[in-house]
């Protein structure tokens, strides 16, 4: 199946903001609600609704960091599968478009990746697309980064 990164629009935020995790997944990442909202308050942050097909599989969120002093670097800092579509590649398929849609905007030196040190799925996704595991946060987060 076809997996696409699209925009959130007026005519897909509400299926976006139905998506739902596990109750144990729940603090692994900001609500999808959240993350539009921010967005829309901040142009260096760009949201995505994953699709396969033409079904609504998930929710991703990337950042230009320039604006916070960190040039040629991004962030991907959420990425979710609704709870009735995971474990099916969706979330690997999405990061790696997304990863390429970021690359593409050209002399991109850093991307960063963070998660919860106890969401084992998470790093090893994470790792088996690059990222390598630099230190835990302020916040208790994992960061990893992709050198390009």
């Known amino acids: 199946m076809e997996i696409q990164l699209k925009a959130v629009t007026r005519h897909n935020f509400d299926d976006v903001t139905d998506l739902r995790l596990l109750d144990h997944q729940c603090d692994y990442v900001a609500s999808n609600s959240y993350s539009i909202a921010q967005a829309s308050f901040y142009p260096h942050m760009h949201t995505r609704a994953i699709y396969a097909g033409e079904q609504l ?46 690359r593409a905007r050209g002399g991109v030196r850093k991307i960063w990746i963070s998660y919860k040190p106890d969401n084992a799925l998470a790093r090893d996704l994470y790792a088996s697309l690059g990222f390598v595991e630099t230190e835990i946060d302020e916040d208790g987060e994992m960061n990893a980064v992709l050198e390009q």
Do not use: S, T
Request: hydrophobic fraction near 45%; charged fraction near 20%.
């Open 57 to 102: 599989v998930g929710f991703l969120m990337y950042v230009d960091l320039a604006g916070e002093g960190y040039p040629a670097e991004f962030g991907v800092w959420r990425l979710m599968v609704d709870y009735h579509q995971q474990g099916k590649g969706y979330g690997r398929r999405a990061l790696q478009l997304a990863l390429a849609e970021i």
